[in-house]
């Protein structure tokens, strides 16, 4: 069973997709964890603060192509295409987020 869908783009992405649950769960049967880069909001629904090295590296990586982007777009360019690129940006943080967090869904605090 895949998780994202199927066709030639979810097979050439292969290594950047979320495993299935049969892989999670092997993964906890051997290591006794699986090892999500960006953890679940308690409340809410998306992503907190990183859990590990690599979502901390994402996490830098995505305020500093900010901090340039402002310094160098804005004054050249303006605001519209400033806002353009961090709306891409964004959309790249998402997506890095959705292939290696916890699932996401709808929580109403710790159950």
Known sequence: MRHRGSGRLAQALGAFTRPS???????????????YWFRAKDYGWGWGLPLTWQGWVVFVAFFLLMAVGAVVLLPQYGPSVFFSYLALLVGALIGVCWLTGEPPRWRWGKK
Do not use: F, T
């Open 21 to 35: 649950n049969d892989v999670i769960r092997l993964e906890n049967k051997m290591s006794g964890e699986r090892s």
